[in-house]
């Protein structure tokens, strides 16, 4: 049980790149004393640096890559991404965060007739080119190659210019007290920009996004329109969605 909590706690980490105690305690369902042990533990490794309140990512080089999050539950990440382009219409303009679930939306899209997509990561990019149907609009901007989206204040102003339909959100946890949240702060001006002014926010997220709360909150969760998910989340965030007339999308109750 303790070798499965400190490798929890070890992507955790490197997903997030810092964390405070109380967020980890929550996370793990454990004590201080016990979290401070396995902290302890991480800290001899070398992997993590104390700080006051909690501890930090010790060498942000060793940041798990875009390409091995990518691969971690893909499966999940595509029954996901399949179920939200149901929810995508012929003549849609769309936006797809930069996200190891939403990227995988694109093999899907194939059929859908004249589909604006506008995106600030290379993958959905990449991705797209095979499919004539689809109308990339990229926001440009310097390539932040661990979440391989592009980042740029700058970016803010080019999305003015377009009116979105609906907006495929990515995340890297989910909390009914913090929130849609994201361990990347050079992202945040372009996914807050996106959550508020399009009307119709799709957020996706595998379970294991739930109960986390990452570096930045980019929007409150009652706000969104449609959760999808991989499998049934706990009553909570089912009474919570409910109570926000928020429409709950799985593969086993499928849009």
Known sequence: ???SRIKELETYIIENERATIEELCNLLKV?????????????????????????????????????????????????????ASTLVDDGDIIYIDSGTTTLHMIPYLSQIKN??????????IMDSIPFSNLNIISTGGTLFRR???????????????????????ATTG?????GV??????????????????????????NTKLGRASLTTYYNLKDIQTFITNVQPADEYVDFFKEHNIALLTPQAPA
């Open 115 to 124: 589909l604006t997509i506008i995106t600030n990561n290379l993958n959905v």
């Open 181 to 206: 949240t994201n361990s990347s702060s050079y992202e945040y001006d372009i996914k807050k920009y996106i959550v508020e002014k399009c009307d119709n926010i799709i957020l996706l997220a595998d």
């Open 174 to 178: 989910v909390s009914i007290s913090k």
């Open 1 to 3: 049980m303790k070798a």
């Open 31 to 83: 004590s201080k004393n016990t979290m401070r042990r396995d902290i302890n533990e991480l800290e001899k490794q070398g992997m993590i640096k104390k700080v006051y309140g909690g501890i930090i990512l010790n060498d942000k080089k060793t940041t798990e890559p875009f390409e091995s999050r990518e691969v971690r539950n893909k499966e999940a990440k595509q029954a996901i991404a399949h179920i």
């Open 147 to 169: 979440t391989n989206s592009f980042v740029e204040i700058e970016a803010v102003s080019l999305l003015k210019k377009y009116n979105i339909s609906k907006a495929f959100m």
